[in-house]
């Protein structure tokens, strides 16, 4: 009997241990920023690379299509309000996908958390053009960050290729 409990505490202690280091696996990356002590917002996505001599925009990741970085979209926590390309953001967790095209960048956040990387418009709570510019060098990863750009406020930051987008995000 202590044989059998001794064995089922290993394979639990295994089972907890493999769930943990799953959890965390090198190819998602989180980033997050404080507004304060106690309010902040956090992004996961999923860490990709391209080859930069290879045509990225229009062939790999197509122009005017919902795009969800290695097929899982970025989620976002926010345990504050939030004002995002002036519409209001309440507290929660929500889906984000890109809209690339060869101009500017859409933001679209979605309120589903469905994280299979489908798509549906009907779930939008808000499309945001992104700023756009290029980086002085080419970036042959998928690469998100945060920046405080003013009090209260948080830039999301997303780079990849020679292309650099962001959209800021205000406390309310």
């Known amino acids: 009997m202590r044989c059998l409990i001794s064995l089922l505490f290993v394979l639990i202690s295994a089972f907890f241990t493999c ?3 799953g959890q965390n ?12 002590a106690d309010r902040q917002v ?3 996505y999923q860490r990709i690379s391209f080859n930069l001599k290879k045509p ?8 005017g299509k919902a795009w969800a970085p290695g097929g899982k979209p970025l989620t976002l926590f926010t345990n504050s309000n939030v004002e995002i390309g ?24 979605s309120k589903s958390t469905d994280l299979t990387g489908k798509y549906d418009e009907h779930q939008d ?12 060098m080419p970036e042959p990863q998928f690469n998100v960050s945060f920046a405080h ?24």
């Open 125 to 136: 709570l808000v499309r945001v053009a992104m700023e756009s510019g290029e980086v002085p």
């Open 19 to 21: 769930a943990a280091l």
């Open 86 to 109: 002036g519409k209001m953001l309440p507290v929660g967790a929500y889906t984000m996908f890109l809209l690339p095209t060869q101009k500017r960048w859409t933001l679209i956040i």
């Open 56 to 63: 990225v925009f229009g062939g790999e990741i197509p122009y």
């Open 42 to 44: 956090t992004a996961e």
């Open 25 to 36: 696996t090198p190819s998602t990356g989180t980033v997050s920023c404080s507004f304060d």
């Open 149 to 172: 750009v003013a009090p209260n406020q948080c830039s999301l930051r997303v780079e990849m290729a020679n292309s650099g987008n962001w959209v800021t995000f205000e406390r309310k």
